[in-house]
């Protein structure tokens, strides 16, 4: 029984949202030490180059699309909350190019701290987000944990010849952000308690926008890679999409969006720690041509539940940006391009 009032999610919990990830060195050096297996032939994306999601083929024209995520509160609403964290993770299915078909919920609460009225709001939220996508909730599993946490596995359905990974960006392409950036900055404010009612209601509407535009956007041939700007911040994504496709991806800084207010929170100290580890991690392989340190913050800037990052041909972007404009992301714009070299240019 909870007999006193309840505490902020928020603070139960020492990180939030895609800020909780491990730092991309940490997971890197983890994985190093772990067992690799063989690869069977119907594994059609794994590990390798930190993908989205998992692909096993089962026919000539269908493969499974698998993946997980979940996290602590980023917001203190139980209901938002909830839909944050599955609308997240379905982010990872619409960015291989499927369709989501079902999911089944990880829940981990203090029981002895959180009312079964509230833990009951957040799976309320996660199972409206699913709604919102088309899929059920079809089971999962629950533990008590010291920290809130909340999640889906999601799983999708896919043609083979539509999958889009991350590693197959093409020297010529360019790029496509689908949703501004700033949700960490966002994030950071509102756990010290300054976020605005119109930054909160910026923050909701773009982390619980479904990344519908994913299927549509990888039926169309010009485009030849795809992933979705999450914990590691725009400039990781984008590093694994150079690393992955062996060429250099040349970011246009000022061309890209930003939530309302997001610089001025930022320059007022609003970052979160998150922010500085993802660029400890990958910094060096990151070349910054007229950027200001506030600048490197937001590149490297946690998204939960961020846009689309797509690579096409740029005869193709005409449509690439019709699909976005059909789905409502008015907000989606070309950052950049693909070169030949390697690693990430960013250029203010």
Request: hydrophobic letters at 45%; charged letters at 15%.
């Amino acid at each position: 029984m909870i007999d006193q009032p309840e505490p902020r999610l928020t603070s139960l919990a020492h990180g939030g949202g895609c800020g909780c990830k491990i730092a991309p060195a940490v997971l890197q050096d983890i994985l190093r030490g772990t067992t690799a297996m063989p690869v069977p032939p119907e594994l059609l994306v794994g590990i390798e180059t930190s993908d989205d999601a998992a692909v096993w083929q089962i026919n000539a024209h269908q493969a499974v699309v698998a993946t997980t995520d979940f996290f602590m509160p980023v917001v203190d609403d139980p209901r938002e909350f909830g839909r944050i964290a599955a609308t997240n993770a379905i982010s990872d299915v619409y960015a291989m190019g499927a369709t989501p078909i079902f999911a089944l919920a990880l829940v981990g609460m203090p029981v002895n701290v959180l009312s079964p009225q509230t833990i009951g709001r957040i799976l309320d939220g996660g199972a409206e987000a699913c709604r919102a996508a088309g899929i059920v909730i079809a089971g999962g599993h629950t533990i008590d944990s010291v920290e809130p946490f909340y999640g889906l596995v999601a799983i999708g359905l896919v043609d083979p010849a539509h999958i889009r990974r991350n590693r197959d960006a093409r020297p010529g392409d360019v790029l496509v952000l689908g949703k501004p950036l700033g949700v960490g900055i966002y994030s950071s404010a509102l756990k010290k308690g300054v976020l605005d009612a119109a930054g909160h209601e910026a923050m909701i509407g773009s982390t619980t926008r479904l990344n519908t535009p994913g299927p549509d956007l990888a039926r169309i041939e010009g485009v030849h890679a795809m992933t979705d700007v999450t914990g590691f911040g725009l400039a990781g994504h984008a590093l694994e999409m150079a690393h992955g496709s062996g060429c250099a991806v040349h970011i246009d800084w000022p061309a890209v969006p930003l939530l309302p207010g997001v610089r001025d929170l930022a320059a007022a100290g609003h970052i979160t720690g998150a922010s500085g580890r993802n660029w400890a991690s990958y910094g060096d392989d990151v070349r910054l041509e007229g950027l200001t340190g506030l600048d490197r913050a937001l590149l490297s800037d946690p998204q939960t539940s961020g846009g689309l990052l797509v690579s096409c041909a740029e005869d193709s972007l005409d449509r690439v940006m019709a699909v976005f404009r059909h789905h409502g992301f008015e907000s989606a714009s070309r950052i950049g391009r693909v070169g030949n070299g390697q690693g990430l240019i960013v250029t203010g």
